[in-house]
């Protein structure tokens, strides 16, 4: 059965690098919303909008109402999709709706989730929950059994003077008190979660020994940066869904490479019900 995906805010150059390849692979259905002139294959089903907000509404309504259906960002800023889908009541949100990240580190074969490099910016102790949860959430669906999840500060204790090590333990004592498919330690110093090396030099006594599947930093600053380094420093494969909806949307930023949408594309396949 195929799967519906609609672009809200197509432009030409993504038809060309995303929406051809995936067209390729016979398994999808296009719907675009565009405020462009654009050339298509018969078999996509474009729209023409005034606005990129008139894209992002259309989009929205268009994918509610569909099975098996995935709504890609294309060339529309994240706020403005975001406001579409928080006023769709069409739309079930479950929590908090966050970005996770799929890293693949394509040299060394690490890879790694991280929450949020797109959406929540100073996360409270009760976000920090449910980008938790959502994280987890992608993790079940991309089958990683018993996940460890790392609450991400510059310390492996909890100094006061450091908010983002005081949140992480709160959020640790909350899991403590219910049952969770996952191990989840803070707060925790990149090295730590990452390196194996770095854990045994520093002692850390924890279940996470650099080994860490999952990356939930202190707040978007200190995710957008480490999500913007690896794109465009390393050789890796990045892929953003949209996580806390009942409807999967793939979110990548607008500078991201054709491979990056593709493989959000595939992500947010994922997490089809």
């Keep these: 059965m195929k799967v519906t995906i609609v672009v809200a805010g197509a432009d030409q150059k993504m038809m060309s690098e995303v929406i051809q390849p995936l067209l390729l692979e016979s398994c ?18 474009l729209e023409r909008v005034e606005t990129m907000v008139e894209a992002a509404e259309r989009a929205v309504e268009i994918v509610a109402h569909l099975p098996r259906a995935i709504l890609l ?17 069409a739309i079930e949100h479950r929590r908090l709706i966050s970005q996770v990240t ?20 100073e996360p409270t102790v009760k976000d920090k929950i449910d980008l938790c949860l959502n994280a987890l959430e992608v993790a079940a669906k991309l089958e990683i059994v018993k996940p460890k999840l790392a609450l991400l500060s510059s310390v492996e204790v ?36 990452t390196d194996p090396k770095a854990a045994t030099s520093k002692g850390y006594s924890g279940q996470i020994q650099g080994d860490a599947d999952i990356l939930v930093a202190p707040g978007i600053d200190s995710a957008n940066i480490l999500y913007k380094t690896l794109a465009h420093f390393t050789n ?38």
């Design 28 to 45: 999808y259905d296009f719907v675009l919303l565009t405020c462009e002139v654009l050339k298509a294959d018969k078999e996509i089903k």
């Design 73 to 89: 960002k294309g060339q529309i800023q994240t706020a403005v999709l975001l406001k579409a889908i928080l006023n769709n009541r």
């Design 102 to 121: 799929k890293i693949e580190l394509i040299d060394s074969h690490r890879h790694w989730l991280l929450t949020d490099p797109a959406l929540t910016i």
């Design 158 to 193: 909890v100094n006061p003077k450091i908010p983002s090590a005081v949140a992480a333990a709160e959020v640790v004592d909350y899991f403590k008190q219910i049952e969770v498919n996952g191990i989840i330690e803070g707060p925790l110093s990149m090295d730590v979660a």
């Design 236 to 273: 890796c494969r990045l892929s953003g869904v949209l996580v806390g909806t009942s409807v999967p949307i793939a979110l990548t930023s607008r500078s991201d490479c054709p491979k990056a949408k593709i493989s959000a594309v595939k992500l947010a396949e994922s997490m089809i019900d």
